[in-house]
């Protein structure tokens, strides 16, 4: 094979790589993980496509070929991608307002939406934008994802009580319906959902990686059948379609995909975060990286794959990563065992679940979404960064009011706001000396450091661009002003401004003959090499050659030589207003 082709293969094929040296140890891993996740995944992707408004099949289908194109095209060994709860909320959510719910039509949009997904993330790819993933900060996402688990639970709180509830994605819209419909709780449903739960909640405690779901699953189905409780009201999934998905061309037109366009951004966004940050958190764990623009080709090739097979949007999902993890997987192989099983299922077991009763997969999905709700997130950030709280917080409200896609574009707003404000406010220090020494250290955070009267020592600590420019002369005329006219000389400590544009260049000459007005010097110290390329190119270096120093010390020393000061004199303790 040309040394081309193979390094072409390695590079967007990870499994070619990953499987060089694969034995009968890790085949067995594979296999007990492959069968696990299986295991987990049937009832969960059933569940979770009722939760998109979809039949339940159509979970089904979402865990086949997304899982086997990913396989092939992700970096991450572990990761266990499928339908997963927010992803299908988002579904349910977006596409429902186009289309009625468990339609024709509706099933039609969700299968285009996993076509525009996976374009839409195949060309992030590659055109390697998966630093996008950097304007979605933890907060925001823990906030987004709390306050889905909240309605995702709301919303299912119809099918476990045997109540019509009428549809809604904000949480008012959904309590105020269960309130005003109440009186029609089907007692029998009831007792299934909330048994089903405990059964569930008591079997995780056991065991993590005990097939719960699928026992609920099979007790109850079981139940449902021999004692004939569809005859007192209990509903029931009913027929679900045998055989694999057809192979189809998602029914395209440009007015529905420029109505998806919004649900599809916001999918591809959501769902790449999520995913990255499990698949991450899994490579961390394991000793080897990921690739994040790689991640969004897998996705993308999954979900763009899995669109002409009758797939919705997939990513990965935190729970069946961790079990898949935990059972042993060591490569996506025991992703495509998974699928081979789920394909079975679909070939030969579908008939098994027509007595399975809607209130057990509300049960699934309840307790799947509780531990979305990070309660642990918010105490943390009480206790170390109000500022991420109040962001948490406001994409937490946001999404329980507003809706979900709402919800998660006021996220990415705060989050641009907030990188916006960081950029054009960033931290710069008056500094002062420790003792007799060289060092010289914020006065804020040591109060021994000493300050000279006569001497201004300010460090701006970030680039120096038209952003900042005005942040940074109002806060050193700020500092100028408090020293009045003992000040004859400031220093800049520039080792932390590791860039500089032009509009950094004009503010410095500005600021250079302002100082000359007043008959105050003004010294460079520290300025590190692209800083000082872009100095001597607009000519600054040359005129102040003499007063640019390697750091701090020496300029102050040249200082006290020329003002002919003992080096130690008149330094004062440090005086500040804060």
């Known amino acids: 094979m040309p040394g081309e082709m193979k390094k072409y293969i390695q590079i967007r094929i990870p499994l070619v790589e990953t499987l060089k040296g694969y034995n009968s140890r890790a085949f067995k891993g594979d296999l007990n993980a492959g069968i696990i996740v299986a295991v987990l995944l049937i009832p969960q992707a059933m569940a979770y496509a009722v939760l998109a408004g979809l039949p339940p099949v159509y979970g089904l289908y979402a865990s086949i070929i997304p899982l086997v194109v990913y396989a092939l095209l992700g970096s991450s060994r572990q990761l266990a991608i499928g339908p997963v709860a927010i992803v299908s909320l988002l579904v349910f959510a977006g596409v429902g307002q186009l289309a009625e719910i468990g339609s024709d039509r509706f099933i039609q949009l969700a299968i285009l939406t996993a076509f525009g ?228 299922t679909v070939l030969l077991l579908t008939p098994l679940f027509y007595y399975l009763p809607n209130a057990i997969l509300a049960a699934i999905i309840i307790v799947a979404v509780i531990g979305l709700f990070d309660a642990k997130e918010m105490v943390h950030l009480w206790k170390t960064d109000r500022k991420d709280l109040a962001m948490l917080l406001v994409t937490f409200i946001a999404t329980l009011t507003l809706g979900v896609e709402e919800g998660i574009l006021t996220g990415v707003v705060i989050s641009l706001i907030m990188v916006i404000y960081s950029s054009t406010t960033p931290h710069y220090a008056e500094l002062g000396r420790l003792g007799e020494t060289k060092n010289y250290r914020n006065i804020r955070r040591y109060e021994e450091a000493h300050v000279d009267r006569e001497v201004l020592i300010y460090r701006f600590d970030s680039p120096l661009y038209f952003a900042n420019v005005e942040h940074f002369r109002a806060t050193l005329e700020e500092k100028m002003k408090e020293r009045g006219e003992d000040l004859n000389l400031v220093i800049l400590d520039a080792s932390a401004i590791h860039q500089i544009d032009s509009t950094g260049i004009h503010m410095l000459e500005e600021l250079i003959k302002d100082l000359q007005v007043r008959r105050i010097d003004f010294y460079l110290a520290g300025p590190i090499g692209p800083v000082r390329d872009q100095l001597k190119r607009c000519g600054i270096f040359e005129s102040m050659e003499d007063s640019i120093f390697f750091d701090v010390a020496d300029a102050v020393e040249f200082y006290n030589s020329k003002s002919d000061k003992h080096p130690g004199y008149p330094w004062s303790p440090a005086q500040t207003n804060f």
């Open 117 to 344: 997904v996976g374009v839409v993330q195949l060309l992030m790819g590659l055109f390697r934008m998966g630093f996008l993933v950097n304007f979605l900060s933890h907060p925001v996402i823990s906030g987004f994802t709390s306050a889905a688990a909240v309605i995702i639970a709301a919303s299912q709180l119809g099918n476990l009580l045997g109540i019509e509830l009428e549809g809604g994605h904000q949480i008012h819209e959904i309590l105020m319906s269960l309130a005003a419909n109440l009186s029609g709780l089907h007692l029998l449903t009831a007792v299934v959902g909330g048994g089903s739960i405990l059964l569930l909640y008591l079997l995780k405690r056991w065991k993590k990686t005990f097939p719960a779901a699928l026992t609920v699953v099979a007790a109850g189905t079981a139940i449902t059948a021999i004692f004939n409780l569809p005859a007192l009201g209990l509903e029931i999934v009913g027929d679900v379609p045998r055989g694999l998905p057809s192979l189809e061309s998602p029914a395209f037109l440009f007015s529905d995909f420029q109505a998806l366009i919004p649900l599809i951004l916001v999918i591809s966004l959501v769902g790449f975060v999520e995913s990255y940050a499990v698949a991450k958190a899994v490579a961390n764990k394991r000793g080897y990286n990921i690739d994040s623009n790689q991640e969004l080709i897998a996705l993308g090739g999954a979900n763009l794959a899995g669109s002409f097979f009758q797939s919705y949007p997939t990513t990965g999902g935190f729970s069946r990563t961790a079990v898949n993890d935990l059972s042993g997987a060591k490569t996506p192989l025991a992703s495509i065992i998974t699928a081979a099983l789920i394909g079975l």
